[in-house]
């Protein structure tokens, strides 16, 4: 099993900007990648960006890319996202995930984090 562990969500204005974490722990040896997904009630969950752990290998969102990066740490098995000239479209639920492959298809990834909710205000 894998546990996955969010944080940094918070309130932040438009055109600011915020950094989440996820740490992961277990057995993540049994991983090839991490993302990070995000979702708003009534909506579907929508990829946001993902990282091979190996050679860091990246995958964007199209409506996140130049704007959002994500970036691992190995050692410290943590994956982090930093969103900089956020807007009130991105307020939802972020959630890491992890599986053994890379793609913006929810069902690639094996393990899930709780989430942190991050606010926009306009």
């Known amino acids: 099993q894998v546990q996955l562990v969010e944080s940094g969500g918070g309130l932040v204005q438009a055109g600011g900007s915020l950094r989440l974490s996820c740490a992961a722990s277990?057995?993540?040896?049994?991983?090839?990648?991490m993302a990070w997904f995000r979702q708003v009630p009534g909506k579907a969950r929508e990829f946001v960006a993902g990282?091979?752990?190996?050679?860091?290998?990246?995958l964007y969102a199209d409506s996140v890319k130049d704007r959002f990066t994500i970036s691992k740490d190995n050692a410290k098995n943590t994956v982090y996202l930093q969103m900089n000239s956020l807007k009130p479209e991105d307020t939802a639920v972020y959630s890491c995930?992890?599986?053994?492959?890379?793609?913006?298809?929810?069902?690639?990834?094996?393990?899930w984090g709780q989430g942190t909710q991050v606010t926009v205000s306009s």
């Open positions: 995930a992890a599986g053994k492959g890379i793609g913006s298809f929810y069902a690639s990834y094996d393990y």
């Open positions: 990282i091979t752990w190996s050679v860091g290998s990246t």
């Open positions: 277990g057995r993540t040896f049994s991983t090839y990648a």
